[in-house]
């Protein structure tokens, strides 16, 4: 199968940037020269330059061009809740969001017991789509407690992570997780734009209060896009 074209771009400036031929530091061609040279749009360019740049590449600023930079590890803390919109600003990305459900529904047994709720109970749910410079990186659906969190549905997420604004209103007192390499669903695998080879790391996250659960999650991680790391 012939390879999509701007993953030819993307890998043709590795490539180049590990022989040095791009230098730290140097500039590399902007997205109107990659179309000249590659006789192709400039969103398949830019998709390249994006990845790049997510990958931790280079650096991209609006007016200046892009950079190539010391590449850094892409990973996240799993022992600690922290906004992914502040990791992704830390490492000097754009980060955004999507928001793809935000309703109620009916607690399953599964749910039920998780949450500690009676079954069909009412319950809050939210799937999020998490970008670094408009790739994702995240796939989260969180399942929340009424009762505990009752003005959840009200929230603009796109100016707030619900990590954000679930600490401020509902401190964790115990967080437990679960990890697993998973395949996730062809719904995920379209949200996050993997192929339905590729696993993700899935974190099953229970936040309690200091009395009973609040929020349970599911977390998928692109194997390709991130790692994960504790230290103690």
């Known amino acids: 199968m012939k ?11 590795i490539a180049k940037i590990k022989e040095r031929v791009y230098e730290v530091n ?7 020269e990659l179309t000249d040279i590659y ?18 590449y280079i650096t991209r600023s609006p007016r200046s061009g892009s950079f190539v ?23 000097g990305n754009k980060y955004s969001n999507e928001l793809i459900f935000l309703g109620v529904e009916a ?10 709720v009676v079954k069909d109970q009412k319950i809050f749910v939210s799937k999020i789509i998490h970008k670094e410079n408009d790739v994702p990186i ?7 407690k009424p009762t505990l969190i009752p003005r959840y549905l009200e929230q603009d997420f796109s100016k707030m992570t619900p990590t954000s604004y679930l600490q401020g209103v509902c401190p964790a007192f115990k967080v437990e997780n679960s990890i697993e390499a998973k395949l996730p ?11 339905k080879d ?21 977390i998928y991680y692109p194997s390709s896009r991130y790692k994960l790391h504790s230290s103690f």
Not at 185 to 195: D, F, V
Not at 200 to 208: A, D, H
Request: charged share 30%.
């Open 3 to 13: 390879q999509a074209l701007y993953k030819q771009i993307k890998q043709d400036i």
């Open 26 to 32: 140097t500039k590399i061609p902007t997205e109107f």
């Open 39 to 56: 006789n192709t749009s400039r969103q398949t360019a830019n998709k390249a330059l994006s990845e790049l740049s997510l990958e931790g």
């Open 69 to 91: 930079k010391q590449k850094q590890d892409k990973s996240s803390s799993i022992l600690h809740l922290r906004s992914i919109a502040d990791e992704v600003k830390e490492r």
């Open 107 to 116: 607690a399953d047994e599964e749910l039920a017991n998780i949450l500690e």
């Open 138 to 144: 995240r796939f989260d659906l969180r399942f929340i």
């Open 185 to 195: 669903s062809s719904e995920i695998q379209k949200y996050l734009n993997i192929k």
């Open 198 to 218: 590729e696993p993700c790391l899935l974190i099953s996250r229970t936040v309690k209060t200091k009395n009973e659960t609040a929020t349970f999650s599911k």
